[in-house]
């Protein structure tokens, strides 16, 4: 059992090193660690998107809930649909869509960085999230083009 008093030393030790630029969480709020986001794609400027029918593609930006995404980390990135609850999730067929949040890997994502733009690479299949102008969604091999970039 943790004591109020050992809770509060701890929340002030992290506070401290948030003040002096370290950033910390404690064991229990890292894997729970959160932000919204909107992911735009580089090479087509549409946003991210889902529905209520499990289906994941992109479209003009709105934003709308549709469009906004719950980023948490722990193992793995999940993105899970503001809208809808369901999480990013992706097969070896190289389909992506929403599905029932499960933990898996096929939703999990090792988040690729390219100065300000990110890139999503599914931890289970390996391939990275991809987008084209017909505003589809899916994952393909990793190839460093815009299609595979988000803002």
């Known amino acids: 059992m943790i004591s109020i ?3 509060l030393v701890s929340a002030a030790a992290a506070a401290a090193l948030v003040f002096t630029g370290v950033a ?17 794609n580089v090479a087509t400027g549409f ?12 479209h003009d930006c709105n934003g709308g809930n549709y469009q906004k995404w719950n980023v948490s980390s722990g193992g793995g ?9 369901f999480c990013l999730d992706s097969n070896a067929a190289k389909a992506a869509y929403t599905h029932s ?9 090792t988040v690729l960085r390219r100065g300000g733009d990110v ?8 391939f990275c999230l991809d ?12 190839n460093g083009g815009n299609y595979q970039w988000w803002r």
């Open 119 to 126: 890139g999503f690479k599914n931890v289970a299949t390996g």
């Open 101 to 109: 949040c499960n933990g898996g890997n096929y939703q999990k994502w």
């Open 77 to 85: 990135v999940v993105l899970r649909n503001v809208a809808t609850g």
């Open 24 to 40: 910390v969480a404690s064991p229990a709020s890292a894997a729970e660690a959160r932000s919204v986001q909107t992911f735009r």
């Open 131 to 142: 987008s084209n102008a017909a505003k589809q969604l899916y994952t393909h091999d990793c």
């Open 5 to 7: 008093r050992s809770t």
């Open 47 to 58: 946003c991210l998107d889902s529905n209520a029918a499990k289906a994941a593609y992109t």
